[in-house]
């Protein structure tokens, strides 16, 4: 089983910033993609950025240039530096990664961490 682990939530003022971390361990997989997904309150989880092995990077518009989504392949680990936090920045986020053993490919997600914006 690959376990992930999310840490860096908490509270933070609007225009503050929050890094969010994902470590991914487990033997027997190679993680290919991770990526961030966050769930307000009566909402449908939402996938708010992903990198690839590779370094390659996708960003929902709502945090284009205000968030970063990072890798660190040795360390399985993923991190999301969020800037400029809004108050609908408020959720619940949740790591995930897909990765491959033996030619198939599984989903894992971490159990969330969540993230409040107030004043």
């Known amino acids: 089983q690959v376990q992930l682990v999310e840490s860096g939530g908490g509270l933070v003022q609007p225009g503050g910033s929050l890094r969010l971390s994902c470590a991914a361990s487990?033997?027997?997989?190679?993680?290919?993609?991770m990526a961030w997904y966050h769930q307000a309150l009566g909402k449908e989880r939402e996938l708010v950025a992903s990198?690839?092995?590779?370094?390659?990077?996708y960003y929902a518009d709502s945090v284009k240039e205000r968030f970063t989504i990072s890798r660190d392949n040795a360390k399985n680990t993923v991190y999301l530096q969020m800037n400029s936090l809004k108050p609908e920045d408020t959720a619940v986020y949740y790591c995930?990664?897909?990765?491959?053993?033996?030619?198939?490919?599984?989903?894992?997600w971490g159990q969330g961490t969540q993230v409040t914006v107030s004043s």
């Open positions: 995930n990664a897909v990765g491959t053993r033996f030619g198939r490919t599984y989903t894992f």
């Open positions: 487990g033997s027997g997989f190679s993680i290919n993609v």
């Open positions: 990198i690839i092995r590779g370094g390659s990077t």
